[in-house]
Nanobody, 114 residues
């Protein structure tokens, strides 16, 4: 199983950024996928998830600004980040849950700063 994130970067407040997570090694269409993040000195926290049926859940702090989407053909999950704030600065991790097992990517750094 592999989850490989990309797209992390330095972005200005109010800008936009899209993260991608390419996956392999499991039946993507059957998995719950999502994004978590961890800021320095903080616990890892949920950002957004998308179920196999397409239902989504967002953390209150990102709702209305971030959008999670999944491409079941490309086996890729995305996180569109609009109007990011400095407090969104963190390492963002891709996540998959399937058949009782959790899988994580290596993380990608997002820094929001002017």
């Amino acid at each position: 199983v592999q989850l490989v994130e990309s797209g992390g970067d330095l972005v200005q407040p109010g800008g936009s950024l899209r993260l991608s997570c390419a996956t392999s090694g499991f039946i993507f269409g059957d998995a719950v996928v999502g994004w978590y993040r961890q800021a320095p000195g903080q616990q890892r926290e949920l950002v957004a998830t998308a179920t196999d049926s397409g239902s989504t859940i967002y953390a209150g702090s990102v709702k209305g600004r971030f959008t999670i989407s999944r491409d079941n053909v490309a086996k890729t999950v995305y996180l569109q980040m609009n109007s990011p704030k400095p407090e969104d600065t963190a390492v963002y991790y891709c996540y998959a849950y399937i058949y009782g097992n959790e899988y994580w990517g290596q993380g990608t750094q997002v820094t929001v700063s002017s």
